[in-house]
């Protein structure tokens, strides 16, 4: 009996951290930094555990720490007021503990890469926590911030087999980074009233839901098709990226579209979701078109 309520114990606190940490959030972010990593040619496996785990650490460390500094403002909110911080299942300190456990052992293994994965993990950390975290109160331009630490893992899954920077690490870098305002707006854009109760204003215009953020959302989901072609348009990707570039970048864009016209959250979930899925079907068909490329050319076909 005594065993079981242990057992009991352990697992609650450990769901705890993993709700701490954005457990299946920081998962889905290591996902864009393999798909660059594998795309540039990288294919050792002890770096790819490197990169999954430490890639993990750091963004968990930043979630955690985010939790932190936002405890009592998630106390308002209906989405946040569940988790560890605010019910009183973890104290601070506890709280620092664990951030920083997941910096330190993050950032060392993305240092056993290369010291640029290192510095980029560190630098996504800071912008996060220290720019973009105060700011979503005070400005919607802090969604501007937030997209450069939210692009940087494209960027330092790239790195982690070039060891450099270049044109092919900027390319997956401004794809993401562009993929992230229509994302996250149609984000905000469901979840605006809980936003608001919390004192955060993330949509692009200060009214709210309106006319002109949905016009902006429309814009960047239109611009998300050049810059998703650009590894095609520079010869790097074959006939793969363009067709699905095409066909989700217009997809994506009647998606946002729609919501410009009706202004439904109902449209906005659509749009929510459909970000989703679109950009690591994107990423892979990257990887997969540059697979098929270079084993033509093996053959000489």
């Not at 496996?45 to 932190?68: H, P, R």
Request: aromatic share 16%; with cysteine; glycine share 8%.
């Amino acid at each position: 009996m005594e065993s079981s309520v242990v057992k009991q114990t352990i697992m609650q606190k450990i769901k705890e951290y993993f709700v701490f940490m954005k457990f299946r959030l920081s998962a889905l972010v290591v996902v864009s930094a393999l798909a660059s990593y594998l795309f540039v040619g990288g294919s050792d496996s002890t770096i790819i555990l490197y990169l999954l785990v430490g890639g993990m650490l750091v963004t968990a460390a930043s979630n955690g720490t985010n939790q932190i500094w936002e405890r009592e403002l998630d106390k308002l909110m209906k989405r946040t007021q569940n988790r560890p911080l605010p019910q009183g299942l973890m104290s601070v300190n506890e709280g620092f503990a664990v951030v920083a456990i997941c910096l330190i052992s993050g950032t060392a293994l993305l240092y056993m890469i290369n010291l640029y994965s290192a510095l980029l993990g560190l630098l996504a950390y800071f912008l996060y926590v220290f720019v973009y975290t105060p700011l979503k109160r005070k400005t919607p331009w802090a969604v501007f911030v937030g997209a450069i630490p939210g692009a940087i893992p494209p960027l330092l899954g790239a790195i982690a087999h070039t060891g450099e920077f270049g044109l092919i690490p900027g390319i997956l870098f401004f794809v993401q980074f562009t993929w992230q305002f229509p994302h996250f707006w149609a984000i905000a854009w469901v979840m605006y009233d809980d936003y608001k109760a919390g004192g955060f204003s993330l949509l692009p215009s200060k009214e709210g839901k309106t006319k002109g953020s949905a016009f902006q959302i429309v814009v960047y989901s239109l611009a998300l098709i050049p810059f998703s072609l650009l590894p095609w348009i520079m010869g790097i990707t074959g006939g793969y990226s363009f067709v699905f570039a095409i066909v989700f970048g217009i997809g994506f864009f009647i998606l946002a579209y729609r919501l410009y016209l009706s202004l439904e959250v109902k449209d906005a979930k659509r749009l929510m979701f459909a970000s989703f899925i679109y950009l690591p079907i994107i990423q892979f068909v990257y990887v997969f078109d540059r697979v098929d490329e270079e084993i033509l050319k093996l053959l000489g076909l």
